[in-house]
């Protein structure tokens, strides 16, 4: 029984602590539930996109220190000023977004609340970048940056909005579509079959009963 005990707080700690290390990130995370959203619509997925992904970073980083949500970033730049830093030649959307409340679920749920986010996030776009910071008052910035690679078919057309407190959209629309997947997603699942892996074998070892010790003084 004491065998079995230890190897049982060992499985805990092991399954506890590989939770806690390879928890999903926050924009991961966000876009787990939004692709699972389009999902439920019939919607392709959004790829994940590293150039998409700086551009995103640097805003969110930028609203953080202004304590304020908005397209205007550093110098002055806007949004495709901003991916086209970063070679990024595709038509976009940005939707950038203030909260107190650092939960991604609840700002994306926030967002499709309104008719002119959900049009955004729900769109045909393919590839996606998505950061957030928080201010020293507290606020959490979110901003996502959604896009269509060069070469889809589809003319362009330009969508502004503003919905809320401390909140902005602007965005650019076109007619493509794709499907694509998350190598994040995809490598978070991976950890966590190993773990669970691991934790069966664990637990069979744990049960295993103890080999009786050799006693040269014992009578036979």
């Avoid at 637990?203 to 036979?220: A, E, N, S």
Wanted: net charge negative.
């Amino acid at each position: 029984m004491v065998r079995f005990d230890r190897w049982f707080v060992f499985v805990i700690i092991s399954v506890f602590g590989v939770g806690s290390v390879y928890a999903m990130p926050a924009d991961d995370l966000l876009l787990a539930h939004l692709n699972d959203t389009r999902a439920s619509l019939q919607i392709a997925p959004l790829f994940f996109d590293p150039t998409l992904q700086k551009a995103a970073a640097d805003q969110a980083t930028y609203m953080a220190t202004a304590d304020t949500a908005t397209h205007t970033g550093e110098n002055d730049s806007r949004a495709l000023e901003r991916v086209q830093a970063y070679d990024y030649t595709g038509d976009i959307s940005e939707i950038v977004y203030g909260t107190a409340d650092a939960d991604p679920i609840n700002a994306l749920n926030t967002l499709l609340k309104s008719v002119a986010h959900a049009d955004i996030l729900l769109g045909q776009f393919v590839e996606i970048g998505i950061a957030s910071a928080t201010s020293e008052t507290g606020q959490t910035y979110w901003c996502i940056v959604l896009g269509i690679p060069p070469g889809a078919s589809g003319a362009a057309v330009p969508l502004q909005a503003e919905t809320g407190d401390n909140t902005a959209t602007q965005a650019t629309q076109t007619s493509a579509t794709a499907a694509a997947f998350n190598p994040a997603q995809v490598g978070t699942i991976v950890i966590a079959l190993l773990a669970l892996i691991a934790a069966g074998i664990l637990i069979y070892l744990g049960f295993q009963p103890p080999k009786p010790r050799y006693d040269p003084l014992r009578r036979r």
